[in-house]
């Protein structure tokens, strides 16, 4: 049985959520602004309180709406911005943004996990950026004789 995609554990959306607020276009198979996605104003529900935002992808074989729903207003948009980097990197292989793999968008990690386990990776992190930001270490030239 084959696992179930990223996109269809999204909620799907016909109404958007607000005017448009931000939008990003990426190259796909070297064509420049082939794929580009969407992120709208994030509506308040008043039944529940909850905030609710919405993001749309276009580009592939058919565009594509999701609804995204959050505590607050920032909540949302920010589970928004998740999804859509983490569908765009289950889908998008040959997929760049300007010229690079990295699509720009946030990596979050779920805040279920123990204080202990975000410690760990924000330490991981700036171990790594640490190294990345040293010059190259110079090789040594052995004196001969």
């Keep these: 049985m084959a696992s179930e995609s990223f996109a269809d ?19 796909l198979g070297g064509r420049p602004r082939a794929v ?18 919405t993001f749309d992808v276009s580009g592939w074989e058919k565009a594509l709406s999701f609804k995204v729903w959050g505590v607050d207003s920032l909540q949302a948009l920010q589970l928004a911005m998740r999804a859509a980097g983490e569908l765009l990197r289950e889908k998008g292989h040959e997929m760049t943004w300007c010229g690079d793999q990295d699509l720009g968008f946030p990596r979050t990690y779920p805040s279920f996990l123990p204080s202990s386990a975000h ?6 992190i700036d171990r790594e950026i640490t190294k990345a930001e040293r010059p190259p270490r110079r090789k040594r030239l052995s004196k001969v004789g």
């Design 9 to 27: 554990r999204l909620e799907r959306s016909k109404k958007a959520s607000g005017p448009i607020v931000a939008e990003r276009m990426f190259e």
């Design 36 to 53: 580009r996605v969407r992120f709208r104003k994030p509506r308040r529900d008043p039944k529940t309180g909850n905030h609710w935002c």
């Design 119 to 124: 410690s760990r990776i924000e330490r991981m």
